[in-house]
C-alpha cells in the first residue's frame, strides 16, 4: 500500500478537518491530496493545514507562518507531496468540474484520482438520505477511472442507511461489487470498498 501511495492522488470526501488526508499526504507519502467539503468550512480547512505544517505543500490560500512564531512540535520532514483544499458540490457535475481544474496536477499519473476516501459521512439520522449523492460521485469517478480505489468508512449505528448506500452503489453499472475489506467489531467500525473494472484491493494481507 505504502508504494502504491506515494504515486497515487487521493480524493477526499467531506473531509471536515481533513485528518484522514493530512495524514496520507505527511506521513504515507500520497503524492497529491484534495480535501473537499463544504465551501462554508474552508476557512476552517486551511487553518487546520496551517496549523499541522501544511503551509509548505501547496495549499494555495494558506500563507508562510511568521519565522519566529512559537512552535511546541516538531517540525515534519521535508516534503515534495502536494496538499490542497477545494469546495465541491455533491454530484456528477461537481466531479468533472473539479478533475477538469486539478488536471495539471493529475496529468503525470492518471486523468482522474487513483485514490477516492470517505469517512462518516453516512448517518441518516443526522445527515438524511445524502448518501444518495455520495453514490453518484463514486460512480462518477468510477466512471472516469474504473481502476480508482474508493474507500468508504463508517460506523455502524441503529438506522444509519449505510446498508442502503451499498445496496444503491452495488447496483451501479460501473461498480462491479462493494465488499467489506476491513472490520473493527468492538467498536462497530466498517470500511467498504466500491470495485470498479479491475480494480486494485487496497486492504490486501
Known amino acids: 500500500p505504502s ?18 488526508g493530512m495524514i496520507a499526504s505527511k ?5 497529491y491530496v484534495l480535501l473537499t467539503d463544504q465551501e462554508s468550512i474552508m476557512s476552517q480547512l486551511t487553518k487546520n493545514l496551517q496549523t499541522n505544517d ?14 519566529d512564531s512559537p512552535t511546541t512540535t516538531t517540525p515534519p520532514p521535508p516534503t515534495n507531496n502536494m496538499i490542497q483544499a ?3 458540490d455533491w454530484s456528477r ?31 441518516e439520522p443526522l445527515y438524511g438520505k445524502s ?5 453518484e460521485v463514486l460512480e462518477e469517478c468510477l466512471r472516469q ?23 444503491m452503489l452495488s447496483s451501479s453499472p460501473v461498480v462491479s461489487k ?3 475489506v476491513w472490520e473493527d467489531v468492538p467498536y462497530k467500525i466498517q470500511i467498504y470498498q466500491a470495485f470498479g473494472i479491475n480494480s486494485r484491493l487496497l486492504l490486501e494481507s
Open 3 to 20: 508504494q502504491l501511495l506515494a504515486e497515487s492522488s487521493l480524493l477526499e470526501l467531506g473531509c471536515g478537518l481533513g485528518v484522514p
Open 27 to 31: 506521513y504515507l507519502g500520497t503524492k
Open 54 to 67: 501544511f503551509q509548505c505543500c501547496g495549499h494555495p490560500n494558506v500563507e508562510e507562518e511568521e519565522e
Open 86 to 88: 477545494a469546495p465541491l
Open 93 to 123: 457535475e461537481g466531479v468533472q468540474s473539479l478533475v477538469k481544474d486539478k488536471q495539471s496536477f493529475l496529468s503525470n499519473h492518471s486523468s482522474s484520482f487513483d485514490i477516492v476516501l470517505n469517512c462518516d459521512c453516512i448517518y
Open 131 to 135: 448518501w444518495k449523492l455520495l453514490v
Open 145 to 167: 477511472n474504473p481502476h480508482c480505489i474508493c474507500l468508504t468508512s463508517v460506523e455502524r449505528r441503529v438506522a444509519d442507511g449505510i446498508d442502503d448506500f451499498c445496496h
Open 178 to 180: 462493494v465488499e467489506c
